[in-house]
């Protein structure tokens, strides 16, 4: 394991406004700022499913402002955050499946990149300091399907709407930083992650939520792309990235604009590969393979995070087996809160700190 010193945030009675914080990966950070002892404002859609992640752990009553609101409307955006009013920014709403931004192209456009300047706008209002951590994805490059690993400084691209309109924001942001950040005391930064799975997920068209409710179904598991290569990583890694990142940008001038945020090279395999280690840890779980031909998804996708290591010092710490051995138990438990909160204790005593104090 790397001995690298990653930057860590002073969350204690910090003012944090999360976006997106009734999805998997937003309800997670809440919960992490929240143990970190920071004041944490969400603003989102309503939670899409009854077992949402955000529902379980109890989110709405412990959060310092719990706001619904469609980040395409840049009014009702704009007075939410001046509510929050934060001294940073996780932006993670967007819509995020690739499936269905073959069915809602233009709902995915404008989630994914006016929502996204009219979060900066909203916080550009604020008339002082403020860090926002953009999240966009790691489909945001241009797919050539080749083996290489690609950076930060690649082309962008997007041939699906999903991943072309995250490109297209990655674009947005870049201008909106250079003509308004600086002047205004906006600092932006883009985070792209790899593949994130863990217990929680419940979102529709994602295999491992998918494999699980067809599992506790007796139901056998049907990938639609079994030899397509993933950077699968358990949700803990990339949002220590994230908060990282948001540590290194706050109250300056950072020294990364965009970082990669992925596995080791063992978290980059097939899905087949994927679903068969979870298949491995319980005899009565079955999987096959769909005839059934998928829209245009990539074949190989994988990140350099050459960048994360020697700039931010930040490495992921969970090998391929404790990804899926941690991911399995989030799913197998009758008490999600109490796995959520053991993970993330023990995460902490595996990477170097995430919060300052």
């Given at each position: 394991m790397e001995n690298l010193?990653?930057?860590?945030?002073?969350?204690?009675?910090?003012?944090?406004?999360?976006?997106?914080?009734?999805?998997?990966?937003?309800?997670?950070?809440?919960?992490?700022?929240?143990?970190?002892?920071?004041?944490?404002?969400?603003?989102?859609?309503?939670?899409?499913?009854p077992?949402?992640?955000?529902?379980?752990?109890?989110?709405?009553?412990?959060?310092?402002?719990?706001?619904?609101?469609?980040?395409?409307?840049?009014?009702?955006?704009?007075?939410?955050?001046?509510?929050?009013?934060?001294?940073?920014?996780?932006?993670?709403?967007?819509?995020?499946?690739?499936?269905?931004?073959?069915?809602?192209?233009?709902?995915?456009?404008?989630?994914?990149?006016?929502?996204?300047?009219?979060?900066?706008?909203?916080?550009?209002?604020?008339?002082?300091?403020?860090?926002?951590?953009?999240?966009?994805?790691?489909k945001v490059y241009r797919n050539n399907e080749w083996e290489y690993a690609y950076r930060e400084d690649d082309a962008l691209g997007g041939r699906d709407p999903y991943s072309a309109s995250k490109a297209a924001c990655e674009l947005a942001v870049s201008s909106w930083r250079a003509s308004f950040g600086k002047p205004d005391g906006v600092t932006v930064v883009t985070a792209r992650a790899g593949n994130v799975i863990g217990g929680g997920d419940v979102c529709e068209d994602r295999i491992v939520p998918d494999c699980f409710r067809a599992w506790s179904k007796g139901e056998t598991v049907l990938m639609r792309n079994p030899r397509a290569t993933r950077p699968w990583q358990h949700v803990l890694e990339p949002l220590s990235g994230y908060i990282a990142l948001a540590a290194q940008a706050h109250g300056g001038t950072p020294a990364i604009l965009e970082c990669n945020f992925g596995p080791n090279d063992e978290g980059s395999c097939t899905v087949e590969t994927l679903v068969k280690a979870f298949a491995a840890l319980n005899p009565a779980r079955r999987w096959d393979v769909t005839a059934a031909p998928p829209e245009h998804e990539a074949r190989a996708l994988a990140l350099c995070i050459d960048r994360a290591r020697h700039k931010l010092g930040w490495a992921p710490r969970l090998a391929f087996q404790e990804t899926v051995a941690w991911t399995d138990a989030g799913y197998s438990t009758t008490d999600l809160p109490s796995v959520v909160r053991q993970q993330i204790a023990e995460f902490e005593t595996k990477a170097s700190p995430a919060f300052a104090g």
């Open positions: 010193v990653t930057p860590a945030l002073d969350a204690r009675g910090t003012r944090i406004l999360v976006t997106g914080h009734t999805g998997f990966k937003g309800a997670w950070l809440c919960e992490w700022l929240l143990k970190a002892g920071a004041e944490v404002s969400g603003i989102a859609l309503e939670p899409e499913y077992d949402a992640m955000f529902n379980v752990l109890g989110l709405s009553q412990r959060l310092a402002s719990h706001a619904i609101c469609d980040i395409r409307d840049g009014d009702a955006l704009a007075a939410a955050v001046k509510r929050a009013d934060p001294q940073i920014i996780f932006h993670m709403a967007a819509q995020a499946l690739v499936r269905r931004s073959y069915r809602e192209p233009l709902l995915t456009w404008q989630t994914n990149v006016d929502g996204t300047l009219n979060l900066l706008e909203g916080a550009r209002a604020l008339g002082r300091p403020v860090t926002v951590v953009a999240v966009t994805t790691d």
